[in-house]
């Protein structure tokens, strides 16, 4: 079994955590080659992830903003002789990997949260609600896997890197550009920490209530949609069913009643905070600890106490 | 210009899905059914560039059983001119990569500028059509959208990317996938609804396309997943501080 890894880069460095997640699912199919759109630091980093055999990078300007076209066409030229094509079931991999299954007429198997052998996968349906066993009946398996759902592969390989060329520009699409949030806070999906406001914190000012309690426990910020669509938050840090889906060790739902697609993307952390003033809310109903209270004076009051 | 919208009807997503007792499935029994919401915000977009003087005609497209046609009927009492039933020959979900390529043979007849589609179906959450109808016409794509213009023969589009937004151009013919931040779906209105009901929707099935629809994937449970318990309720800030600590969480 070969399998081709599509690894995660973002503004041009290689997102550590979350490519080794992945190369923990793809060592469980065969031996690993990463395949790098960025530039060749990009790459050695990646052959440093002991799970991965061979590292290949593409330092083209044509495929290091992601469009689906130029990676697409560049994961089959890669892609001779793999049985399996994996990527992270981020925004990158989803936008490309359905791409590449349908040039290669296969199913997409997205969000995979567990791999059962070569060509048996579980993955969540509605929400998280239900959770399917399929298998694939294609000759190569396109599947991309939920990082929080596989431990990070160590460090300490020695993988040879090797440059790549993109046979061929997509003259259908080009890029105009990334405005990219840099907030220089730990990295939602991976981060050890996750604090989340909801439409409960009322305002982008008072959000910052929200980045304080973050920021004293050097976790990440998260986001209801609710939050994301009334302009509190920006959209990357959606949490949720059509959003990011976080495991962190503690989760703090702040101002969140806890809707089905809420509750998809973190009740996997393993120990969830809320903190609302409805007793009602059904977040408290996943909750390990549970605060009836206003989050003005809770939430100030706990990133002094802490 | 003419804009084709696959809509898909899937459960309401207010409703509490439950999986079969046996295994073998999700209990669609009684449940309220609806226009996939990712969907509705593609007819929206679609619509507004009516509007707007770019488009022509929206077209519906809805692949599944008869009923599916309800969900046409939807999208044409918010705006759409008229609709394409597809009856599917086979009992349950239809996977993505067969939609697409029954899709392709819809692009084929009906030559469209532009197909917009819901980035994910609330059921299966593939996050797939799309991109594989893209793939399967040779022709750009701009997923996840969460604002568009269409000027010169191009789509300009935002998108929700990882770490934020992303602007690009797609080329004309393309497929867009839309992302919760595009609009807000109307309402259809009475009056639109009566007059819904005297739109044009052809009925067709998957066998007169010729396209094979048995499925790559194939499902072999499906089951309840693993619940969580409440915990407990502190009755301070302190309360919880100490907790935390207990735990060695700060
Ligand atoms: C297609 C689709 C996809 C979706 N995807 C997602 C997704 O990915 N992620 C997601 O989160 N949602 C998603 N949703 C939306 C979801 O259904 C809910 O509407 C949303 O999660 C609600 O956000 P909220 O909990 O912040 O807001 P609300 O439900 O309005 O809850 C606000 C909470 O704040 C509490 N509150 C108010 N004031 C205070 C105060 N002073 N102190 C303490 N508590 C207070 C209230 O008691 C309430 O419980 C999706 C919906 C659809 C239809």
Redesign the interface.
Known sequence: MAVLLLAEV??GTLALDATAKVATAAAQLGEVTALVCGPRAAGEAAGKIAAISKVLVCEDEAVA?????NV?QLLLDNADGMTHIISSA???G??????????L???????VIKIVDAQ?FKR???????????????AVKVLSVRTAAFEAAGEGGYAAVEVVALTGV????????????ASGRPELTSAK?VVSGGRGVGSETDFALISALADK?GGAVGAS?AA??SGFA???LQVG??GKVVAP??YIAVGISGA??HLAGM?DSK???AINKDEEAPI??????????DLFE?VP??TE?? | MKILVPVKRVIDYNVKVKVKADGSGIDLANVKMSMNPFDEISVEAAIRLKEAGTASEVVLVSIGDKKASETIRAGLAMGADRGILIEADTDGDIEPLVVAKLLVKVVEEETPQLVILGKQAIDNDMNATGQMLAALLGWGQATFASEMEIADGKAVVTREVDGGLQTMTVTLPAIITTDLRLNEPRYASLPNIMKAKKKPMSEKTTADYGVDTSPRLKVIATEEPAGREAGIRVGSVDGLVEKLKEMGLV
Do not use: C, W
């Open positions: 973002s503004g903003n992601g469009l689906a076209e697409s981020s925004n990158a989803k936008n490309v990997l359905p791409r590449v299954a349908a040039l007429d296969a199913m997409v198997i997205t969000d048996t969540p349906i509605y929400a998280g609600n239900a959770v399917q066993t399929v298998v694939s009946l294609d997509s003259a259908l699409t080009a890029h105009v550009e990334d405005k990219l949030v920490i426990l949609r994301v669509d920006p959209n990357d069913q059509t060790d503690l089905i697609q009740k120990i969830i905070v408290f109903q996943v909750a390990d600890f549970g605060l009836v209270a809770a009051e706990l106490k802490l």
